[in-house]
């Protein structure tokens, strides 16, 4: 089934609530302040993406997904800035076609893929998953996404494939907030193999069944829910099968805060903060912080990948 002809659980849920609070805040002309923060921005143009035809994952949280607004209003896109809001005031008019990336390394069939031969022939999923940064907040978002393994497999990958690299579009024109060297650009990620074909780790396309709004990492980004959402690099241009681990920006930047698993783990903590409880995004200014789940509560999945490992060494 396409959406075209069914209901999506988010569409009687989030969705419509979030569109009949827009209206009824337009008609009273009411700014409301702090538990709301986000509808108290200013308004930049904001043209909704194209909806996309999609099917439903069985798989899917099914806690409520947070607001298209909180979704798209409080993002890291460092790219754009460095507050919350600024991927949302500033990205509104990247151009994200046409799109190419780059395939490279160990695999037989590198080169450059437009974004059309690297999302039509896959059957685009909404996937419901927890998303929990480092900073200690999370939300739930509704991915519209297709396995990134299924994808991997077309480059045919060879036995020397240990790793997979991504990096981000590195173009200052386009992406103000390259002009400042607050990371070294681009930003760049990276995953096991195993961990980059696992069934759960997807390429996502969009949220809320439509193409992904540009703050959010159009037109194409990374999702591994069990990993805290650095690992979720955005906007990617570059795919490379390597050997050895690959650099990623933040272990770059402070190897004693990030590592490369990133793995959710409520009993590592981050050098600076408790990584043991989370706020969800929307819950209200006075709700409190809920416990934070051992691999964002994807274990029984994904725990055999790090068998064996020391969590306190591998974070
Ligand atoms: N290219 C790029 N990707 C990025 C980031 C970034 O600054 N640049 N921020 C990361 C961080 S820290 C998080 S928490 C998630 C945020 O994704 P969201 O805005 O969809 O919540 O994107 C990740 N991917
Ligand atoms: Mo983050």
New binding site residues.
Partial sequence: MTSKNRIRAWEITSESNYLNRRDFLRGSGIALGGALAATALPRVAEARPPELETVAWPGSTDEAPNSWED?TTY?????FGTAKED?YRNAQDFVTRPWTVRVSGECDRPGDYAYEDIVKPHTLEDRVYR?R??EAWS?VVPWVGFPLGDLLKRFEPNSNAKYVAFK?LYDPDRMPGQRRPVLRWP?REGLTIEEAMHPLTILSVGVYGREMPN???APM?LVVPWKY??K????IVEIEFTQRRPRTSWNMSASREYGFYSNVNPEVDHPRWSQARERRIGAGLFAPKQPTLMFNGYGEEVAHLYAGLDLRKNY
């Fill in positions: 979704i993002n890291n896109f460092y790219e991927p998303h940064c480092v939300m981000t930003y703050q959010k990492g980004r959402g650095f979720g690099i955005k906007s």
